[in-house]
C-alpha cells in the first residue's frame, strides 16, 4: 500500500440492519475494483460491522448523521459514498482530483423540477443546480471542515427533509475550491438507448434506487444482480 493510499478511504452512514447490509454490499464492490482503499462506517454500536476496515457509532439526537459526521472521517482524502451504490471501476483518477480542489459532487440530474429548485435563504441561478451528496468526494482541510459544520447546523436549522437545500445555499458562498464530477460517477439516471448501445462513458459509481433496501421479493432479486 503506498503513502497516498494508506490516506484515502471510504465512509458510509447508515441506520439500521438493512442499511448497514446495502453499506457492505457496497463496500465489497469498493474492495472489488480497489483492493487497498479502506472503508469505513458510521452506525449504531450494536450493528454488525463485518467487511468494513473501520466503525464509528452515531451520536444520538440527529435527524440526518450524514450532515454531521462527514468532518470526522478518518481519512484525508474521502470519499462518502450512500448506501444505494455500486462501484465498477477503480477509483485513484478520482481521488487524484483532490490535489487541486478541496470538494467534489456530481449536480442533481433531474435538477429542473420543483422540488430541486426549494429555497432556504436565498435565491439562487437555476444554473447553479443542487448536488446530490450521495456521493462526495473531500480532501480534510479547515475549509472543508467548517463547510460541514455549517451543514449539519444548517440541516437542523432549516427544517427540510432532504439535505440537498441547505448544501447548495452553502455551496454559492462557501471559500472552498469545488468540482462538479462527470455523472457517470454518480449514475442515477438511465435511457433505454444506454442499456442497448451508446457511446457515452460506462459508469464507475452506479447511485440507483433500485439499490435501497427493498420489502418486495422480486425488487430485491433484481437488485441482487446488479454488480
Not at 433531474?110 to 439562487?124: A, C, M, Q
Not at 438507448?193 to 457511446?199: A, N, P, Q, V
Request: net charge positive; charged share 25%; proline share 6%.
Amino acid at each position: 500500500m503506498t503513502k497516498d493510499q494508506a490516506r484515502r478511504g471510504v465512509v458510509y452512514v447508515a441506520w439500521g440492519k438493512t442499511h448497514v447490509d446495502v453499506a457492505r454490499r457496497s463496500a465489497a464492490s469498493v474492495k472489488k475494483h480497489n483492493p487497498d482503499l479502506p472503508c469505513a462506517i458510521w452506525c449504531a454500536a450494536e450493528d454488525d460491522t463485518t467487511g468494513f476496515d473501520q466503525a464509528f457509532v452515531i451520536p444520538d439526537g440527529l435527524k440526518r448523521p450524514k450532515t454531521a459526521v462527514l468532518q470526522d472521517s478518518p481519512f484525508d482524502e474521502t470519499l462518502f459514498l450512500d448506501n444505494d451504490t455500486i462501484i465498477r471501476a477503480d477509483l485513484s483518477s478520482l481521488f487524484d482530483l483532490l490535489q487541486n480542489f478541496d470538494l467534489c459532487g456530481a449536480h442533481v440530474v433531474l435538477w429542473h423540477r420543483p422540488r430541486h429548485l426549494k429555497v432556504w435563504r436565498k435565491e439562487l441561478p437555476e444554473t447553479f443546480p443542487e448536488i446530490n451528496t450521495g456521493v462526495l468526494l473531500y480532501r480534510k482541510n479547515a475549509k472543508t471542515h467548517a463547510f460541514f459544520k455549517s451543514w449539519g447546523a444548517a440541516f437542523e436549522e432549516a427544517g427540510f427533509r432532504v439535505d440537498q437545500v441547505t448544501f447548495r445555499e452553502l455551496l454559492w458562498d462557501a471559500d472552498l475550491r469545488f468540482y462538479v464530477l462527470p455523472p457517470q460517477f454518480n449514475k442515477r439516471v438511465f435511457e433505454a438507448s444506454e442499456l442497448i448501445y451508446s457511446d457515452q462513458p460506462k459508469p464507475r459509481i452506479l447511485h440507483l434506487p433500485i439499490l435501497r433496501p427493498q420489502k418486495n421479493a422480486l425488487k430485491r432479486w433484481f437488485s441482487d444482480l446488479i454488480r
